[in-house]
């Protein structure tokens, strides 16, 4: 299997492909637009600011071909953010694959921002990207900023607010956890996402 | 809900993980990436490693163990010793660590602190401070901890540092409790406590930790979302698996 992973800038690129690699998949690191659009499984990484991560996407001349993309695509973490029509964070127009817009997690009393480390899982029905992943198992979250829950979430997480942790429209899939560092949970996303999801 | 973290914390020196009582005579511990693994299989949340002779000595973290580790756990695990720049940071992200800690760096030069919440953003960001009472009853910031003959106090108080460094970028405070490191009679409540009070992002305890119970009791009063500890687990004097039973038959919220 053909494997793309989104040269976009972020730092966590290198965490997704040894994940992968423990999965006994390999995945090239790419940006050109051919390349991704032949693969068979493309990753959107990112760790870092949507303005920035967007800004990379627009001069590598992606946008366009990952809005474009009929084979599984998966967003990881500011990857998924990147899906919806816009974020709060620098104000800025996402891809727009997936509505609604990604919004700052607001402090609370006992509720620190960033959102770092193992929170629960929610799902709200089954899908192919969750098999074997029940409810109350717990993956690594590190982000200040979250997607709302929509008729596309596959899973909710809580953290002050209840926001989206899984989604999917169609052939478009993100986690705003990080599969490539949630232990067994994480493990088990990325390998229905290799081979569960319908190409 | 959000659970308790337990972290481990490997003190990395020339390659190798070591540890010692009150930041000196360190004494060796094992292979970096035999212990990264033994900890995953634990239950460990995360791994913190200190790199503690790269900021006295003047040189940044050698990349290829964190490449090494990152490769072999999938679980998070942040990365310090000697970051003085984005590129530095950079390097050790590319490598597959999930943050990067700063602490004397950080001192001689707050601005790196903003430079590189900008460039990663502020979740990559972990600001480490080591700190001790002094004889007036003031908390105050150290600097070059790794290396006694340096190790330097500084004016700055360090409830005022904690809240300079979350303006300036940090995404998580690292407080070392040095009076208490290392002797295993618990966690500095006091001190914890009024960190807590002015710490907004994640703030996690680090030092003292001897027994099961200094964990539940730092949770419980000190509100820290994360403990910290090296020795208890190195030696299996608190097994991680047993802690975390504990914890969560006394309702702290944990990952089991």
């Not at chain 1, 209840?162 to 599969?179: D, K, L």
């Not at chain 2, 972290?7 to 930041?23: E, H, Q, S, T, Y």
């Amino acid at each position: 299997m053909d494997v793309a992973l989104i040269d976009s800038g972020g730092t966590n690129i290198g965490s997704v492909r040894y994940a992968l690699e423990r999965l006994g998949a390999s995945a090239h690191l790419t940006s050109d637009p051919e390349a991704i659009r032949r693969a068979d499984r493309v990753i959107l990484p990112g760790v870092g600011a949507a303005a920035p991560g967007m800004a990379r996407l627009r001069e590598l001349g992606l946008v366009d071909v990952v809005r474009s993309l009929r084979q599984p695509l998966l967003g990881v973490c500011l990857g998924m953010q990147l899906l919806f029509e816009s974020s709060e964070e620098g104000d800025v127009e996402c891809l727009g694959v997936l509505p609604g817009r990604v919004r700052r997690i607001p402090n609370a009393p006992g509720i620190r921002v960033p959102h770092m480390g193992w929170n629960a899982l929610q799902p709200r029905g089954d899908d192919p990207l969750l098999a074997g992943i029940d409810a109350g198992e717990q993956a690594y979250f590190v982000h200040s900023y979250a997607a709302p829950v929509t008729s596309d979430t596959l899973v909710t997480s809580t953290h002050g607010i209840e926001f989206a942790a899984v989604v999917r429209r169609g052939n478009r899939h993100g986690a705003q956890f990080h599969p490539e560092r949630s232990a067994s949970v994480g493990a088990r996303l990325l390998e229905n996402f290799l081979s569960g999801v319908a190409a | 809900m959000l659970s308790r973290r337990i972290i481990p914390c490997l003190d990395v020196r020339d390659g190798r993980v070591v540890k010692g009582v009150r930041f000196r005579d360190h004494v060796d511990m094992g292979d970096i990436v035999q212990l990264a693994e033994r900890y995953r299989d634990e239950g460990a949340d995360e791994l913190v490693f200190y790199d503690i002779t790269a900021s006295p000595q003047d040189r940044v973290v050698d990349r290829d163990w964190v490449e090494r580790v990152a490769r072999a756990i999938d679980i998070p695990f942040c990365v310090a010793g000697g970051i003085r720049s984005v590129q530095d940071a950079r390097a050790i992200l590319y490598a597959g660590a999930d943050k990067v800690s700063i602490n004397t760096p950080a001192l001689l030069r707050p601005a790196l602190v903003t430079e590189l919440a900008d460039a990663f953003g502020v979740q990559c960001v972990v600001v480490g401070v080591d700190s001790l009472r002094d004889e007036d009853g003031e908390w105050r910031v150290r600097q070059f901890t790794g290396d006694p003959s340096r190790t330097q106090a500084l004016a700055s108080r360090t409830l005022e540092w904690i809240e300079q460094a979350q303006a300036l970028g940090a995404g998580e405070i690292v407080l070392n409790c040095m009076g208490s490191d290392g002797v295993r009679t618990g966690y500095d409540l006091e001190q914890l406590r009024a960190a807590r009070a002015v710490c907004h992002v994640p703030l996690i305890a680090s030092g003292g930790a001897g027994a099961i119970e200094h964990f539940d009791t730092v949770f419980r009063e000190a509100d820290v979302d994360g403990a910290l500890a090296a020795s208890v687990f190195h030696s299996g004097t608190v097994p991680i698996p047993a802690l975390k039973q504990a914890l969560s038959a006394a309702g702290v919220a944990v990952r089991r």
